[in-house]
């Protein structure tokens, strides 16, 4: 400890002297009696809130010792205690009563039994400690200092950047003597790395055993229990696996550090190598001048306890990363060093109240650019990469790194953002850049905006997340419309406002037009919205929304999709739909590479400083997450984008000896650019990822934030200035430069051709004679190509679900009321155009084409039977029709309704009808025989009581063989009766016979006739 500073409190002092004092008795230690503890600062309540990880362990140890304490002079006093052991015996007596033993002898007893145990453990320990130690590495002081850095090596194994050559000043680090360090910095770091620095010898029995026990009780073995002696031999020499043979070398090592080298070296060591995220520097005095513009000497509680915080873990508590998460650490080491007793509740409170934002210097909050490295920020997404996978810092801790990186593209990269070869549309409009191999996944070349030359600065195109927009229609809703859904790319889609579900917004296009009926391919090649809207709706019902979020989230890698967070609005990149251009990459990946997904990566292994060869870890697994059917399919779509002829700034990309496969996407500010000048809905982030076969090259250009008064926005100029189109352009030439031709994605023998009829799904087989305008073709899935004809009455007309019939008696009538369920769309010819009006939104569509163009007009049409004949067939051009019948009272009628057009007759539904009964008129016929009366009899069920028969002789000639039915003397022929009459009333029936004057029999007077009815 340092003795030309004042130091308030005098805790590391006496630590200091009291770890010096062991040393210098050899071994000798003289054990105090134990009369009581001062742990009055032991019991002080820790905020709740502070984190609980590796580097916030309480110090137990004096209350562990006053337990011990406790519980020795507990068992002292049962055995010393007056003339009492405990159980009523006098101590003096201790001996076997009725062949039992005392308590005393009992506890002789257990402590020689745990003494017994304690030696063959021990014994068994050291066995296994020997293994845990087999073949470790020998103790390198080289490594500890900043005398070994980190060397990357790019795809030919050749070195392409050394992390010591690179900050600020020219130089990776700046050591500051500890002698010289401000008494904030060692105090901060003390309390939040390690309580117990000044009394252990390089291994803290007591943190590791807490360490363990939180381990068991939570299960993720997370807890590493590491002293900063430990952690200093983690970054300098070992890897950062958790492994039980590591760790024990990491102990073996840390005590062997702390028999050569003084606390006041290790500490010195320690602060100087680690990594604070202070832009492309190392070490604490780069930190301080770095972050606040002054020397490690002069910090306050403050800066001091942000610079200790912030090296658990930087990339999370860099204020230049996060401003909030940088604060909440800082106090927990602010909580710490009060908790410790460093300094004061007053002295925390006013450290806390400090702003951190007042403190850093400008600096620190912008881009600090030194002489051009092609290089920086590829190193900067390997440095990221290997802290995420293994953990370690390799700023801080020395290895090589072997990397895919080729420094052709790369350095094209670097020139292009550097605007060497490319001019951006205005000076503040950013962009990342990601390039790789579509097979592999292994990125070759990044760019992580304008002007960057920050080793550990923000790399946008790895750690910035932003809305999509259309660029992922095709890797979300089409992609899974063909794996699901059985579309072909020649399918056809509606494009028509639709409202958001759960809201009253209505969904538009980013021309304010719809069009109704579209072919999918102009669809994703004007990148209309509703369509795919509306296509992962249909998804979605048919296998859930949490598959749709598996899909994006564990199939594709977006990270940031969650099923708590995912909605519909996914299908056009808006609502909490967030990706990094690297996932990007990944996603396109997989469309180019026949449905497998493999994690992008920058690392191909790793040698450790102890030599051990590294790359299990970075052999990411290649996994099929679709079909390579749905994976070409939806190359086809992203081909076409630039061939279909739609100026649509992908097109600029054609005209080369292989395929190029693109989709853009654009995002706006909505109202929320308002408050800087920003019209309403202007753009806000354009995307556009390219493709070959081999590579896709992702590219993001936008504006990290809005600025009043800078046109923080996409404006026509700068739309039409196709700045992300002249990007790819750049790019696909030095991906493929001195390369082979790298061919088209290949057609799988599972997706076949189709020709089918516009419009139709399932799709119908065209028919004879159809214009080829009708027709269409497109590529399926071939497990999916199931045509159906095109009349049948499943597609051209609908089965009649709902049909009425009625009928009702109307004085002496029968009206017949027939009702067919409307035919979808009227069942008229349709039109070209029609409504697709929503709301308040009116829009006018075209149809491709309709059934009705070919077949007419559907009609409506019934068939009447009485007693299981027809006796009458109804077509109407309506679905509502009455009309009057003659049918008897006692028949049974069914009428059976369905759909016709000119060339078709669809499916029947049949309902049998009530018949009521009436009264009704019954026409008497003209009768020329008995015949005609009988059947006249039958048909009307009637008795032949009804007609009386006789036969009158006449000599009038005229009368010869006449058959006459009269009722009341008048002939009936004609005449109407009503039923119920009828059945009351007798007719004469008579024939007349004519007999000759000559012929008159005798006994009958002269002159005499017959009366003969009049008719």
Known sequence: MKDNK?????????????????????????????????????????DPNLENDDDILIDNSKENLKAAEEELNSLYNQQTNGNNNGNGDDPKMAKKKNGKYSRLEKLNIFLASILTLMIIGFIGAGFVWTYLNSGIQDLDIDALSNKKNSVLYDKNKEEFFDLSLYSEDGTSHKDIPYMEMDQNVIDAFISIEDARFFKHTGFDIPRFTAAIAVNLKTFDFSQGGSTLTMQLIKT???????????????ITLSREVEKILTKDEIFEYYVNKINYGAGNSRGLENAAIFYFNKSATELNISEAALLAGVVNAPNAYSPLKDLETAKRRRNIVIDQMEYHGYIDKEEAELAKAIKIENQLTDEASKTVTTADNPYIDYVSAVIDEIYETMGIDIIATPMEVYTFMDPKVQTDISRIQNEETFTYPDKIMQSAIVTGDNETGQVIGIGAGRNSQLVKGFNRATDMWQQPGSVTKPLLSYALAFEHLGWATSHVVEDRPVQYAGTDKILGNADGRYRGEVNLKEAVARSLNTPAYLALMNVENKIGKRAVAQYLNESLGFS?????????????????????????????AVMMNGGYYTKPH??????????????????????????????????????????????????????????????????????????????????????????????????????????????????????NANPLGRMNILLLNSLHANKANPGNVTRPSGVSDITHVLSTFPYANPIKDLDSKYITSGLINSKYKNLVNLDAGGVTLEKLDGFKAELKAEGFSKNLTLEWAEYPEGGAVKPETYDISLGNVKATGKRLFDISWIFGPVQYEAEVRVDGLVLDTITSEDFKVTKTLDIPNDAEVKVCGYYKNNKDKGAETCVTVTNPQIDQAIDIPAFNNMGDVNKFITDNKLSKDNFKEETVETNDINMKDKFVVTYNNQVVSGSAYKESDLKNMVFKVTTYKYVKPEEKPEGKPDGKKENTPQP
């Open 6 to 46: 004042e130091n308030k409190d005098n805790s590391n002092l006496e630590e200091t002297i009291i770890f010096e004092s062991i040393k210098d008795e050899k071994d000798t230690v003289e054990i105090p009696t134990f009369t009581g503890l001062d742990t009055t600062k032991l019991h002080k309540q820790i």
């Open 236 to 250: 300098s020499h070992l890897s950062a696996d958790k492994d039980v043979k590591r760790k024990a070398q990491e």
């Open 560 to 588: 940031k999709v969650t099923e708590e967070t995912y909605d519909t609005q996914h299908a056009i990149g808006g609502s909490t739909s967030l990706v990094s251009p690297m996932e990007l990459f990944g996603a396109q």
């Open 602 to 719: 920058t690392v191909d292994y790793v040698i450790t400083s102890d030599g051990e060869k590294i790359e299990d870890l970075f052999d990411y697994p290649r996994t099929k997450v679709i079909s390579e059917e749905t994976a070409f399919l939806v190359s086809e779509l992203e081909a076409n984008n630039v061939t279909s002829g739609i100026i649509n700034r992908m097109e600029v990309l054609g005209g080369r000896p292989y395929k190029v496969y693109a989709k853009t996407g654009t995002t706006d500010y909505g109202v929320h650019g308002l408050p800087y000048g920003i019209p309403e809905g202007a753009g806000k982030d354009q995307w556009m990822m390219a493709s070959s076969k081999e590579f896709t090259s992702v590219v993001w250009m936008g504006f990290d934030k809005p600025i009043k008064g800078e046109d923080t926005y996409w404006t026509n100029a700068k739309y």
